[in-house]
């Protein structure tokens, strides 16, 4: 295993936005709008900030959110300089990482959807739209992770 690089904000801040593009690129800006228009139907069927519904404790369903500024601190942390030859071998340490914080946004996700009685379909609406960007952001610092940018 090799040494970690320094943290670097400004390529953070790279990676960030390229993560964001996927988002928007034309044919995936279809999925992205009718990620948003789901969540859009599911708060207008039924408010979930209502008093009767929402407990304090839903509130942590949304530090999943977390899970996207930590996959790209990894794609930096571990970032491989394509122009390098020999190319250094990934970190399977920051690999597995990776993948593993994808796994447990979805089992997390799951796990909300099972316990938000009521609101199951808003916190749905929501879990695929922090999946769909946490999977742009896999995808970014996975490329950073091997130094294999498409």
Not at 16 to 23: N, P
Not at 58 to 87: C, K, Q
Not at 105 to 121: A, E
Request: aromatic content about 20%; proline content about 5%.
């Amino acid at each position: 295993m090799g040494a970690f690089a320094p943290f670097r904000w400004n390529n953070f801040w790279w990676l960030f936005r390229q993560s964001l593009e996927g988002l928007y690129a034309w044919p995936l800006l279809l999925v992205t709008l009718a990620l948003v228009a789901n969540l859009v139907v599911a708060l207008i069927h039924r408010w979930p900030l209502d008093r009767e519904r929402w407990k304090r404790q839903y509130w942590l369903a949304f530090l999943s959110l977390l899970f996207i500024p930590i996959t790209i601190a990894i794609g930096e942390v571990g970032w491989i300089d394509p122009s390098m030859s020999p190319r250094p071998s990934p970190s399977t340490l920051l690999l597995w990482t990776n993948n593993c914080l994808f796994i447990a946004s979805v089992v997390l996700g799951i796990f909300w959807v099972y316990r938000m009685k009521g609101l199951r379909w808003f916190v749905f609406a929501f879990t695929l739209i922090q999946l769909w960007m946490l999977f742009w952001a896999g995808f970014i610092a996975g490329m950073a992770l091997t130094g294999d940018w498409l």
